[in-house]
Each structure stands twice: as structure tokens, then as C-alpha cells.
């Protein structure tokens, strides 16, 4: 069987882009994810199943047993089908050559960083450059390969990333901008004039992966730099976090607070006052206000986060 436009997907944000191709562009013929058992080996933030896009849209999904797609089950699949065009979203795996050479016009994903590509390259770069405090963020729709991120780009765009934004924010602004670009490729197919451009003047550098024990909060670093990780691994990340004894305080919500009162008689990570259930905590250059938290044990004046 023939399939002309394939999205590659395993998150909240696949669905999105499924729903706005399916119902603005072009059929989706096929949607590739993975089985909910596989998520038990690989942490997926923000995974939803992708099933039930057959009974909403008529769509045929076919669940992988291997993230990276090289279970028997799809290598077979994609013997006996033939397919056009791939689009990724919210896909975390390299694909391997024997997926990607199925493909007539190949699969093109996204990808991003203040500068451009080779440059950026690697894991949650998104995140990361929340955390680095970034304020732009160059997307790339890319035609993949064998490697990771190469800078094989058909079309970009930029959007800033304001002091306001945290990831959830920021993925707003990214889904804007990759629907205008998956808007430009599917135009391109359409027409047989997909040109891409390999050409860069840029050097590599590489975004390291990201685990949820990299949410932890040192409360000796400045007020900015603790309030860009809360912003970058906001839900559906695990989050930031701090210890309270034995006991973890997951930090979904914070902002810089004060930086002139002076709270020299308080520790680094000590709880200052709370008012209407959120924590003023002092930080080595001022203070932050916690907006909002869990902890399985009530929080008090004079606690210090470690």
C-alpha cells in the first residue's frame, strides 16, 4: 500500500500537528508511534497515545515496538509499503537508514537553538535554551539523516523567547511556527520542488541530554539562573526540585522576587515568609517567590530548601 503523507509521533503535540494537517492541508495517511509498553523502558514527557486517531480521523497507526524503529514488526512494515513524505513531531530517536530510505522525498523533523545548525545540536534544545536564557530560538524544518540534527534545512523561522515564557510557553510559540513551516513543505511536495540546503558557515556544538535529576535546584546560584530551569523543565517535565529534608518539593511555578531588601540573615535556600501559600525563599542575590509547589510535608518559615 501506498502512503503519501506519514507523521512520525508520540506526544500531545504529534496530536496537534495530525489534527492541523489532517484538517487544513491534506489528508494524513498514516501516523507511526510507538506502543504504551514501550514507554515503560524510555521516559517520554508529555507521551499520549496516538490509537485513537483511527476512530477520529480514519487515520491507520501503526505502533512500534522500538523507539527507535527497529523491532521486526516495522522493519517489516516498511518492506512492504511504500511512502512519500515523513513528518516528525515530538519524536526523541535517531531513525535508522532502512526507515529513512523507505521514504520518496525523505522525513523531515524539527529543530532549534539561538543560532543555527550544525551549531546546537542534540537533546531538549528547547529547554535548554530556556535554562542558558536564551531569547530567540532559530526552528528548523530539516530533512533527516543517518545523524543527529545535521543541517540538511529546507526552511526556518524565528521566535523570541520573552522572560514570561516557560517551556510550555515556549512550545506554544514552536507549534506556531512549525505549522507555518509544515505548511511550506507540504506546498513544496505538492508541487515536486522540495530544495534543501546544506550549506553552513556555522560550527557544531552539542545540547547535552537532559534526566529529571538535572531539575535540581542549587539555591547558590543566582536568582536568574535558578528561575530559567524552573521556567525550561516546567510540565509536562518532570520539573525543578528541591530537598527538604528526605522529602522532595517538585517547583512547578517561580519568579524572581526582590533583589534590595536586605536578607543577609537568612541562608541560601532558606524559606523567609509565606504568604497566601507561596514561599519566599532567599537566593544568593535577592530572593524568589515560589508560586506554586508539592511536597508531602507542609513547607514552613525557616525550612532551607537544599
Same mark, same amino acid.
Given at each position: /500500500?501506498?502512503?503519501?503523507?506519514?507523521?512520525?509521533?508520540?506526544?500531545?503535540?504529534?496530536?496537534?500537528?495530525?489534527?492541523?494537517?489532517?484538517?487544513?492541508?491534506?489528508?494524513?495517511?498514516?501516523?507511526?508511534?510507538?506502543?504504551?509498553?514501550?514507554?515503560?523502558?524510555?521516559?517520554?514527557?508529555?507521551?499520549?497515545?496516538?490509537?485513537?486517531?483511527?476512530?477520529?480521523?480514519?487515520?491507520?497507526? =501503526?505502533?512500534?515496538?522500538?523507539?527507535?524503529?527497529?523491532?521486526?514488526?516495522?522493519?517489516?512494515? /516498511?518492506?512492504?509499503?511504500?511512502?512519500?513524505?515523513?513528518?516528525?513531531?515530538? *519524536?526523541?530517536?535517531? /531513525?535508522?537508514?532502512?526507515?529513512?530510505?523507505?521514504?520518496?522525498?525523505?522525513?523531515?523533523?524539527?529543530?532549534?537553538?539561538?543560532?543555527?545548525?550544525?551549531?546546537?545540536? !542534540?537533546?531538549?534544545?528547547?529547554? *535548554?535554551?530556556?535554562?542558558? !536564557?536564551?531569547?530567540?530560538? &532559530?526552528?528548523?524544518?530539516? @530533512?533527516?539523516?543517518?545523524?543527529?540534527?545535521?543541517?540538511?534545512?529546507?526552511?526556518?523561522?524565528?521566535?523570541?523567547?520573552?522572560? =514570561?515564557?516557560?517551556?510550555?510557553?515556549? @512550545?506554544?510559540?514552536?507549534?506556531?511556527?512549525?505549522?507555518?513551516?509544515?505548511?511550506?513543505?507540504?506546498?513544496?511536495?505538492?508541487?515536486?520542488?522540495?530544495?534543501?540546503?546544506?550549506?553552513?558557515?556555522?560550527?557544531?556544538? *552539542?545540547?547535552?541530554?537532559?534526566?529529571? $535529576?538535572?531539575?535540581?535546584?542549587?539555591? =547558590? $546560584?543566582?536568582?536568574?539562573?535558578?528561575? &530559567?530551569?524552573?521556567? !525550561?523543565?516546567?510540565?509536562?517535565?518532570?520539573?525543578?526540585?528541591?530537598?527538604?529534608?528526605?522529602?522532595?518539593?517538585?517547583? *512547578?511555578?517561580? =519568579?524572581?522576587?526582590?533583589?534590595?531588601?536586605?536578607?543577609? $540573615?537568612?541562608?541560601?535556600?532558606?524559606?523567609?515568609?509565606?504568604?497566601?501559600?507561596?514561599?519566599?525563599?532567599?537566593?544568593?542575590? !535577592?530572593?524568589?517567590?515560589?508560586?506554586?509547589?508539592?511536597?508531602?510535608?507542609?513547607?514552613?518559615?525557616?525550612?532551607?530548601?537544599?
Amino acid at each position: /500500500m501506498k502512503y503519501k503523507v506519514v507523521v512520525f509521533g508520540v506526544k500531545d503535540t504529534s496530536e496537534n500537528i495530525v489534527s492541523f494537517i489532517q484538517e487544513q492541508i491534506c489528508p494524513v495517511d498514516l501516523v507511526i508511534t510507538i506502543s504504551p509498553e514501550v514507554t515503560k523502558k524510555n521516559q517520554v514527557s508529555g507521551y499520549k497515545g496516538l490509537s485513537f486517531l483511527t476512530e477520529k480521523y480514519g487515520i491507520p497507526v =501503526h505502533e512500534a515496538d522500538s523507539y527507535f524503529l527497529t523491532d521486526e514488526k516495522t522493519q517489516k512494515f /516498511m518492506r512492504e509499503n511504500e511512502f512519500d513524505i515523513g513528518i516528525s513531531m515530538g *519524536w526523541q530517536r535517531l /531513525m535508522p537508514k532502512s526507515v529513512l530510505d523507505c521514504f520518496k522525498y525523505g522525513v523531515f523533523g524539527f529543530h532549534g537553538n539561538c543560532g543555527y545548525l550544525p551549531f546546537g545540536r !542534540g537533546r531538549s534544545p528547547l529547554n *535548554w535554551s530556556i535554562i542558558l !536564557g536564551d531569547t530567540r530560538f &532559530n526552528l528548523n524544518l530539516f @530533512q533527516y539523516d543517518e545523524k543527529a540534527d545535521s543541517p540538511n534545512v529546507f526552511a526556518t523561522e524565528m521566535f523570541s523567547i520573552t522572560p =514570561h515564557d516557560d517551556i510550555r510557553t515556549a @512550545q506554544y510559540k514552536n507549534m506556531i511556527c512549525s505549522k507555518n513551516l509544515i505548511r511550506r513543505l507540504l506546498k513544496a511536495y505538492e508541487e515536486d520542488r522540495i530544495e534543501i540546503r546544506t550549506a553552513s558557515k556555522d560550527f557544531d556544538s *552539542w545540547y547535552d541530554k537532559r534526566t529529571a $535529576a538535572d531539575g535540581r535546584i542549587d539555591f =547558590h $546560584a543566582r536568582t536568574r539562573e535558578i528561575y &530559567n530551569l524552573v521556567r !525550561g523543565v516546567a510540565a509536562p517535565f518532570p520539573g525543578a526540585y528541591a530537598m527538604l529534608g528526605e522529602e522532595k518539593v517538585t517547583v *512547578w511555578e517561580a =519568579h524572581p522576587f526582590d533583589e534590595m531588601i536586605d536578607f543577609s $540573615a537568612y541562608a541560601p535556600g532558606e524559606v523567609i515568609d509565606i504568604f497566601d501559600g507561596k514561599l519566599v525563599v532567599r537566593t544568593v542575590d !535577592g530572593s524568589l517567590l515560589i508560586d506554586r509547589y508539592e511536597c508531602p510535608i507542609q513547607v514552613t518559615v525557616g525550612d532551607v530548601l537544599a
